[in-house]
């Protein structure tokens, strides 16, 4: 099953208040090291905000496959010839493409921009079963928000894949100039929705990322496969179900 990183049952407050946060932090601490599982309530006014990575969690990366496989390399030649940091200088906004294009490569050999752009574009693919359980979540009015590091090319994203008629693209690290695992992004997120970290639930695949939102307060869900998500959500009272004729109907 996928990851669930178990915190105290308590309820789920979507305003900032000293009383519920004190209360929230007492809890958390309290809980620290028990095995309680979380329970929301499925009232509208108290539905859970929904965070959600976007690469190998929403859309398929290219990157582990496809990518080499453009360059004529394994995975592994490619990380060995690449510039240590120009792609994650990408992810934060901190360069452009046509940068990214002149230092991609640490020994400075050209780099065919739009052959990449192209590679990668054709390689994005929903996950299997996600937008089905991102359709089901919208149609039950639960607020979702991609919290991705990613760079300007997630537009690419949606031009194919359409992913904001289900979230909203709010969190990326080409626009924050931050990067998950960072604590600051975590709390970045928290203030700018105007709630309590308790208040979210945050879907990851690389624990780490899911570790640092449990660091801050935040729900954290390791994603597998969405059939274990499904589980996983069901069982922290997250509704996954619905009527299949008024969802065809949408």
């Known amino acids: 099953m996928a990851v669930l990183l178990r915190l105290p049952a308590i309820p789920f407050p979507l305003k900032h208040s000293l009383h519920s946060t004190t209360r929230i932090r007492m809890a958390l601490k309290s809980q620290k090291n028990k095995n309680t599982q979380v329970s929301f309530p499925s009232t509208t006014q108290n539905l859970p905000i929904l965070l959600f990575d976007i690469m190998d969690t929403i859309v398929r990366d290219p990157f582990y496959h496809d990518v080499p496989a453009f360059f004529r390399m394994s995975f592994e030649e490619l990380i060995e010839s690449k510039h240590p940091t120009a792609w994650i200088e990408f992810e934060k906004g901190m360069i452009d493409e046509v940068e990214l294009a002149r230092k991609f490569f640490k020994d400075g050999r050209p780099l065919d921009l739009e052959g990449l752009k192209n590679c990668m574009k054709e390689g994005y693919s929903y996950i299997e079963g996600v937008e089905e359980l991102l359709q089901v979540l919208k149609h039950n009015n639960y607020q979702m928000h991609a919290f991705t590091n990613y760079p300007i090319w997630y537009e690419m994203i949606e031009d194919k894949l359409n992913i ?8 990326c690290s080409c626009i924050n ?24 639930i945050f879907v990851d695949d690389r624990m780490r990322n899911v570790e640092a939102a449990k660091e801050v307060g935040i729900v954290g869900l390791h994603f597998k496969n969405v059939d274990l998500l499904r589980q996983d959500l069901s069982l922290m009272g997250i509704v996954i179900s619905i009527d299949q004729t008024n969802l065809a109907q949408e």
């Open 164 to 171: 904001s008629k289900y979230l909203s693209w709010t969190f």
């Open 177 to 200: 100039g931050k990067r998950k695992p960072d604590p600051e992004f975590f709390l970045e997120v928290v203030r700018d929705l105007k709630v309590d970290a308790a208040s979210c």
